[in-house]
């Protein structure tokens, strides 16, 4: 008994200041430093309704639109409570008609010639937001003919919304689709 005594105190201690205390100092720190990004990097429409979030992959499939990353989530395309890749490896009969679906789905569209592999190859996570620029870029012909666009106006709103290689040396230029796409439905 003499050693249990200080045994649960030491437990309740420890669960109000890491379980509460600690929490509850990074949570508010990281709401005065950083709000935007703590309350999940939201986009809202001008109603001020979340459309979504920057960090989240979207499942846009119009013509109209750029397309994203495929998502190999559960259940549905860019579920974030399911997130995870499909597993199947390169050889997996599976795995190589999804991808011969996703190319034939592209030069149906008009493509020819290489496809960017984050068109056709899902993410590891199946969240992914954003697609390389040569993806972008290979769409533009198609977004410029559905919405009756030129292809310079549409590569303008590509090149405007390129983010660069964060802090300037980690990975390839890349574009969210999400904000991409909202630009152009205030294009239209």
């Known amino acids: 008994m003499k050693e249990l005594k200080p045994a649960i105190l030491m437990c309740l201690l420890f669960t109000v200041l890491c379980g ?6 990074v949570t508010g720190i990281a709401q005065a430093v950083f709000p935007h990004q703590a309350n999940g990097s939201l986009i809202t429409d001008v109603n001020g309704q979340a ?3 920057e960090l989240i992959g979207q499942p846009f499939t119009e ?6 990353r495929p998502s190999a989530t559960a259940e549905f395309a860019y579920n974030p409570m399911a997130s995870g890749g499909s597993n199947n490896g390169p050889s997996n009969p599976a795995f190589l008609a999804t991808v011969a679906e996703r190319v034939e789905a592209l030069r149906v569209t008009g493509v020819t010639g290489p496809i960017p592999a984050d068109l056709v190859l899902a993410s590891a996570s199946g969240l992914d937001p954003h697609i390389s620029l040569e993806a972008a870029r290979l769409q533009i012909p198609r977004i410029a003919k559905m919405r009756n666009l030129s292809e310079d106006a549409v590569a303008g709103l590509v ?16 574009v969210n689709v999400l904000l991409l796409n909202r630009a152009l439905d205030s294009q239209s």
């Open 20 to 25: 509460g205390l600690y929490p509850a100092v």
């Open 51 to 53: 459309v979504g979030s």
């Open 63 to 68: 013509s109209h639109y750029f397309w994203p």
């Open 159 to 174: 090149d405007i919304h390129t983010e660069g290689r964060q802090m300037g040396l980690l990975g390839e230029p890349r």
